[in-house]
């Protein structure tokens, strides 16, 4: 069975930083994108930031040049550096991967959710 567990959440100031970390576990052939969605109290889910297993990183235009997505594939993990943090930040934040199994099927799992609050 495979799984993402997040951690790194938390309550921090406006200007601070977050690291939030995902690990993939369990029996699978291999990871594709990897990416990080949240999703603000009263509001639907949000692409954040993507990295695929090979290519370029994709953000969201609120989060480009303070947020940065990054991925350890010998560990099947992925991260993401949060800095410059606002308030407008807070939210759940979800890993998500695109993970292909040992019988060829590519099934896209998610995390159980991270909370990341910005707040003085």
């Known amino acids: 069975q495979v799984q993402l567990v997040e951690s790194g959440g938390g309550l921090v100031q406006p200007g601070g930083s977050l690291r939030l970390s995902c690990a993939a576990s369990g029996t699978f052939s291999s990871i594709y994108t990897m990416a990080w969605y949240r999703q603000a109290p009263g509001k639907q889910r949000e692409f954040v930031a993507a990295?695929?297993?090979?290519?370029?990183?994709n953000y969201a235009d609120s989060v480009k040049g303070r947020f940065t997505i990054s991925r350890d594939n010998a560990k099947n993990t992925v991260y993401l550096q949060m800095n410059s943090l606002k308030p407008e930040d807070t939210a759940v934040f979800y890993c998500?991967?695109?993970?292909?199994?040992?019988?060829?099927?590519?099934?896209?799992?998610w995390g159980q959710g991270t909370q990341v609050t910005v707040s003085s």
């Open positions: 990295i695929p297993s090979g290519g370029n990183t």
């Open positions: 998500n991967a695109a993970i292909r199994l040992t019988d060829l099927r590519t099934i896209a799992y």
